[in-house]
């Protein structure tokens, strides 16, 4: 089932039990990492895999965790959310230069 949740005028799509698998395994809520889209220095890259298109988003989150999102974004409607985790030292360094 899609979990739909709006974030000051964007609107944001998830899988609920995928939503809930990303939250036991990486510590991350989806709801808390839509937040490093209001960051003014985030951080977008590619993050295709098997052919299939996905963007990364580095930012800080609300709480201050720097965060790496693989999204997708469906037709500048919505961004469906794919997974969420704190950034590791590599994506640290993209964000800071």
């Not at 809520?29 to 490093?36: G, L, N, S």
């Not at 298109?53 to 930012?59: C, E, F």
Request: charged residues 30%.
């Amino acid at each position: 089932m899609d979990v739909q949740y709006e974030l000051s005028g964007d609107l944001f799509v998830w899988d609920a039990a995928k939503a809930e698998k990303n939250w036991h395994k990486h510590g991350v809520r989806f709801e808390e990492a839509v937040t490093i889209f209001s960051d003014p220095l985030f951080v977008l890259m590619d993050a295709s895999r098997n052919q299939d298109a996905r963007d990364a988003a580095i930012g800080f989150d609300s709480f201050g965790r720097l965060l790496y999102v693989v999204h997708i974004e469906v037709c500048e409607s919505f961004i469906r959310i794919i997974s969420a985790r704190r950034a590791e030292p590599e994506e640290e360094s993209r964000y800071a230069d």
